[in-house]
């Protein structure tokens, strides 16, 4: 009997022996992760956005007075996600780029969706132009110098929605390119939208 008990006892040791050890490896494996977590984040930067205007058309400054003009942009828009070591980094359909010289409005354009993985790096070609464009005289004689100079830059905005969330954030890229350069880093802006109005709200 006495034997028999013994045995008992020792297996109950052995079950408790071996669910320490157990134990013991998960939360050594627990610290593991959490560190290696850490030292993926803080090793990860964000995406990099970049636009570049590749070429220009119609920009015809040296007509004289011609009141209007019809410019047509080619665009490249670049994700630089080789930094990245956690997400993807996305340009969402229903995107569009606007370019303006000086707060004149001078052509949009839709730029199409794509998406630079963990470590990747993706562009994509857009166009953007203008239909009879108005550009104040001021501005028309600026930017014609700028031109015969070769450092000439316009101002680009290409506006991301996220696809499916019509109450989301819209994630904005601020750009400066110089027209004919390479890629000109943007910086990444938001606009969050405004509560929607109630039933017999007042429109001011």
Not at 110 to 119: D, I, L, M, T, Y
């Amino acid at each position: 009997m006495g034997q028999q008990e013994d045995v008992q006892f020792g297996w109950q040791d052995a079950l408790i022996w071996f669910f320490r050890v157990a134990l013991v490896f998960c939360f050594v494996g627990l610290i593991v992760l959490f560190v290696r977590s850490i030292r993926i984040d803080a090793a990860s930067r964000d995406p990099e956005y970049a636009v570049a205007v590749t070429g220009v058309a119609g920009l015809d400054l040296a007509a004289g007075d011609a009141p209007a003009l019809s410019p047509v942009f080619n665009l490249t828009v670049r994700i630089d996600n080789a930094g990245n070591l956690l997400s993807t980094a996305c340009v969402y359909s229903h995107a569009t780029a606007v370019v303006s010289y000086g707060d004149a409005f001078l052509g949009k354009g839709s730029v199409p969706a794509f998406c630079a993985g963990e470590r990747q790096v993706e562009e994509r070609a857009a166009t953007a132009w203008g239909q009879d464009v108005v550009v104040p005289r001021f501005l028309r004689d600026r930017l014609a110098g700028e031109l015969e100079r070769g450092g000439a830059e316009v101002d680009v905005e290409v506006t991301i929605s996220p696809a499916g969330c019509a109450s989301c954030h819209d994630k904005v890229l601020v750009c400066k390119a110089k027209i004919g350069g390479g890629p000109s880093p943007c910086e990444l802006d938001y606009i969050y939208p405004r509560p929607g109005r109630g039933a017999g709200d007042t429109i001011v």
